[in-house]
């Protein structure tokens, strides 16, 4: 189950929904409880650190992402190295002949998937051999 479901919010819910809802499914839960459950309690927790620092929340909403992206099929795996480095991007050919481009920031979390504009094709960026 990912964290936003955990604490039953949506993925464009505020910060102060999800104190809210950590708060309240907190003392529910809390080990202190008669009804409390450890695991449940570290669990939410943990969807709390994640979601309440904004550096911590980009990067697992980027997580979710790519893995929602992991249902369409891969083309191909490359390594970084061998993306052609641009200014601020890396880029190759795609099969269709279009290329596939995408900026370092975006790369600085890998694997990384990124899609052919033109054809949707799909590819994996390894980190460098």
């Known amino acids: 189950m990912d964290k936003y479901s955990l604490l039953g919010l949506s993925r464009d819910?505020?910060?102060?929904?999800?104190?809210n809802a950590y708060k309240r499914l907190a003392l529910k839960c809390h080990p202190d409880k008669p009804t409390g459950d450890r695991e449940t309690f570290?669990?939410?927790?943990?969807?709390?650190?994640t979601?309440?620092?904004?550096?911590?929340?980009a990067s697992y909403d980027n997580e979710l992402a790519n893995a929602s992206k992991l249902m369409h099929p891969v083309w191909q795996a490359v390594n970084?190295?061998?993306m052609e480095l641009l200014d601020d991007s890396y880029r190759m050919d795609c099969r269709c002949g279009a290329s596939l481009q995408a900026g370092k920031q975006s790369l600085v979390n890998?694997?990384?998937?990124?899609?052919?504009?033109?054809c949707s094709t799909m590819v994996r960026v390894d980190p460098a051999a």
């Open 42 to 49: 570290s669990s939410l927790e943990q969807a709390y650190k």
């Open 51 to 57: 979601l309440s620092e904004p550096s911590a929340r």
């Open 80 to 82: 970084l190295d061998d």
């Open 13 to 19: 819910c505020t910060e102060e929904e999800i104190r």
């Open 110 to 118: 890998l694997p990384a998937l990124i899609e052919c504009n033109d």
